[in-house]
């Protein structure tokens, strides 16, 4: 069996920019700048590195930090980069990985406040989502890719946020419990 999930939206933004996707695909558009979605290979790979590094920033100044990501394999080496910078500076990093994952786990020095679990079971576990603390206000997104080279640089992706809070909330639930 296979799990996954997905977003229905009356978001006139997202709607909008998830119409601009469309048009870049078709080729009937070129990529353009969206205003809530974030989209490979142009804008998602550079916001992932920039929310961890703001969740270390937060940690080195003493606050809260936090990042959760349910993934099928986590490979893509500035992510991995990011994401021992941001240990090292104190944020809790709890990663769900079903397949592949290229970060080492637990090392002293480098990665000790990463945990890394895997999901096995009946279900293919499919769904890919985020979490980071943001200083208290949560920002959750549901996303189709991978934290991959190829699904990074060299396919079509997005990620979303979940922007209302009870949807956030069962997200983090459903995915991260």
Known sequence: ???????????????????????????????????????????????????????????????????????????????????????????????????ICCLRAGVPGVSENIEVRSVVGRFLEHSRSFYFHNGGDPQVYLASADWMNRNLHRRVEQCAPIEEPGLAARVIAECFD
């Open 1 to 99: 069996l296979y799990t996954d999930l997905g977003l229905l939206t009356a978001d006139l933004e997202i709607c909008a920019d998830v119409h601009k996707m469309f048009l870049q695909l078709t080729g009937l558009g070129k990529a353009t700048k969206l205003k809530k979605l974030k989209q490979s290979p142009f804008t998602l790979q550079p916001w992932l590195i920039e929310r961890i590094g703001e969740e270390a920033k937060a940690a080195r100044a003493g606050k809260p930090a936090k990042v959760m990501a349910k993934l099928n394999s986590l490979t893509e080496y500035e992510v991995i980069r990011a994401l021992y910078e941001a240990s090292q500076a104190g944020v809790q990093i709890v990663l769900i990985i079903r397949g």
